[in-house]
């Protein structure tokens, strides 16, 4: 084997035991000796003559060097893939994969319209759609996992390039029938007088929710918690109360007439963006390149357009 390709054989193992925190979950993902792994790391580390890991009981941990490597040994892979993809687009292949991350709040209305305007031009892309926390979408990004990632956010990510970001104000959705639908603004106090149906406390929007409340010192007892949007829409959309989203998530409901969207105007809920992801340095392959086009071009409303 030639030294290059040991070299990539060592930095593969690497980024793995970055990836799982151990050599033993290393060892399952690639199917390959913890202790060939082992000495892999070993000669890395003697190569490049610093420490990568600090071995710790409870696994291992990058240190500032390891770091470094990683995030090059990343590019690395990610470059290489890309370099494949682009050869197979100039033999008439025009295949390739988009790989994102994205929050719940676009994975039902907003997104699968878009994956089939999409694919009307370019019928061999296939998707690979991973639907996380918006804590979890930069991490999945910046460890190679996905291409884009597509979240809200409220403060700036290391080694994330922001390809776009709007702000993502939280609205109030009611029934059309519901006592507050004519209102041009709302406040949360004004909601609590009603049946309310909230997300749980890992979303940016109930983090949002709950400091507000904090703040004017306003206990909100929804009448529903729960992980998932759908539940939520569900709830409003069968007359039991009030519930919250940003625009992007309810867009078709309310154009649909099916859904009332009131701004809510108490201090703070205007502090969150939609922010489209990628990993700061890369270049991304054809086909995911060619689709964050797509999304820039659809993420704003005619509101915030």
């Given amino acids: 084997m030639h030294a290059h390709q040991l070299q990539d ?78 050869i197979q687009a100039l033999q008439g292949l025009r295949s390739g994969k988009v790989r994102m991350a994205i929050t719940e709040g676009f994975a039902s209305a907003f997104l699968p319209p878009l994956i089939i305007e999409f694919r009307q031009r370019y019928a061999r892309i296939q998707f690979q759609v991973d639907v996380t926390a918006p804590a979890e979408v930069p991490v999945r990004v910046r460890d190679g996992d996905a291409d884009i990632g597509l979240t809200f956010s409220r403060a700036p990510e290391r080694d994330i390039k922001v390809e776009h970001r709007q702000s993502a104000p939280i609205l109030a959705l009611m029934h059309p029938d519901h006592p507050l639908a004519g209102s041009k603004a709302l406040t949360l106090r004004s909601l609590s007088a009603y049946p309310l149906a909230l997300p749980m406390a890992d979303t940016t929007l109930r983090q949002m929710i709950d400091i507000a409340c904090s703040r004017q010192q306003l206990l909100l007892e929804p009448v529903l918690n729960t992980n998932y949007l759908a539940t939520l829409l569900g709830f409003v959309l069968q007359g039991g109360g009030i519930s919250v989203a940003g625009e992007v998530s309810v867009r078709q409901l309310v154009a649909a007439g099916q859904l009332v969207a009131v701004p809510i105007r108490d201090h703070g809920m205007e502090l969150r963006d939609i922010e489209l992801q990628t990993l700061a340095g890369r270049t991304l392959p054809h086909a995911a390149q060619s689709f964050l086009d797509h999304i820039k071009l659809h993420l704003p409303s005619d509101t915030s357009a």
């Fill in 9 to 86: 054989t060592a930095l593969r193992y690497f980024l793995e035991v970055v990836r799982g925190g151990s050599l033993t979950e290393a060892s399952a993902r690639l199917h390959v000796a913890a202790s060939a792994i082992s000495r892999q790391i070993a000669g890395l580390e003697q190569s490049l003559g610093t420490v990568l890991f600090e071995r710790q009981p409870r696994g291992m941990v990058p240190t500032a060097a390891g770091e470094i490597l990683a995030a090059h040994a990343r590019r690395s892979s990610l470059d290489a893939e890309h370099a494949l993809e682009e």
